[in-house]
């Protein structure tokens, strides 16, 4: 069975869109993932990718609830979503909570002073967000890259990938194909910050 990923940006119509698609902008519209998880970003001036946010089904996503520019969506795996007029998604006031419930969250898990840290805080919020348990813990099947990992703590791939290595020395997450991570949670509570 075969998926097709045609894109036309008809309001109303689920749209299906590969891992690291750009879903387009349209004035006074927003995008309501169905399926699927996204990333908002932005750069700056040199080139330096910023994770604004991380998205998934439910979620409601678009320029119209941000003043940064430039401002993308980007699939982070195979999305399902459609396209809204922003005067349909009501109750507004739950969409503008859960943006700013997200940015609390990442901002306090990039405010830790180290990147182990950070990175253990960011895999145990993803692992609630998007996870699934499994014997040997959270699921974490995103398939992020050390990159990906990276632009959400505004580090380094090379330091990621340290991070990474020691975290799954320590027994604290196990390391699947296709940048899959498993976190063994039990272990993490006992993490020495």
């Known amino acids: 069975m075969s998926v097709s990923y045609t894109f036309l940006v008809n309001p109303h119509v689920r749209q299906h869109l590969k891992p690291r698609s750009v879903l387009p902008l349209k004035p006074n519209s927003v995008w309501k ?37 430039p401002y993308q969506i980007e699939c982070l795996s195979i999305v399902e979503a459609m396209i809204l007029p922003l005067d349909e998604c009501l109750p507004m006031t739950d969409v503008l909570l859960s943006h700013i419930q997200q940015v609390e969250e990442l901002m306090v898990i990039r405010s830790y002073r180290t990147v182990e840290i950070m ?7 993803l692992a609630k967000k998007f996870g699934r348990v499994v014997e040997q813990g959270h699921l974490i099947d995103l398939r992020l890259t050390h990159q990906d990992i990276a632009d959400l703590l505004n580090s380094t791939r090379v330091t990621i990938t340290r991070a990474l290595t020691q975290l799954e020395a320590q027994g604290l997450i196990h390391r699947l194909s296709l940048h899959r991570i498993v976190l063994k949670e039990e272990q993490i509570w006992h993490y020495e910050i």
Do not use: C, N, P, Y
Not at 34 to 63: F, K, P
Not at 119 to 125: M, Q
């Open 33 to 69: 993932i169905e399926a699927g998880v996204i990333r908002t970003v932005t750069w700056h001036e040199d080139g330096t990718l910023v994770t604004l946010g991380v998205w998934g089904a439910g979620d409601i996503v678009g320029q119209a609830f941000s003043k940064i520019e």
């Open 119 to 125: 990175l253990i805080k960011l895999l145990g919020w």
